[in-house]
């Protein structure tokens, strides 16, 4: 290979890769702070019978409430909303790649257990 191709080679590589990465990514929040509400649970397994993913309501002096889903003891995402909010705004946060860093996904998606989960 050319020297001159290298560097439009390296240059490729960074637009194909990079925007994927700059995505922000959260950290799950502390939830040791919080009181805790309830669980309950949610069916995002389609091949697994019956309510597979577990949901654990967290809420703070503020008002919001967090939301920890978890399948087989591992943390697949959190949501958080406010019961104040006339906006209803509710934002959710999947980690997609097991890494444990969280992306905002759209909230109105049916959104399943990731592969990396199962």
Request: a neutral charge.
């Amino acid at each position: 290979m050319s020297k001159a191709v290298f560097p439009i080679l390296s240059l490729l590589i960074l637009l194909v890769v990079c925007p994927a990465e700059a995505q922000q990514s959260f950290a799950l929040p502390d939830v040791s702070k919080m009181k805790e509400l309830t669980t309950q649970w949610s069916d995002h397994a389609p091949e697994v019978p019956g309510k597979e993913t577990k949901m654990e309501f967290y809420s703070t002096p503020d008002g919001l409430i967090y939301t920890i889903y978890s399948y087989k003891g591992r943390t697949l995402g959190f949501s958080v909303h406010s019961n104040s909010d006339v906006q209803k705004t509710y934002r959710l946060f999947l980690d997609l790649v097991g890494n444990r860093l969280f992306q905002e996904v759209n909230p109105g998606t049916q959104w399943q257990i990731p592969q990396w989960a199962r």
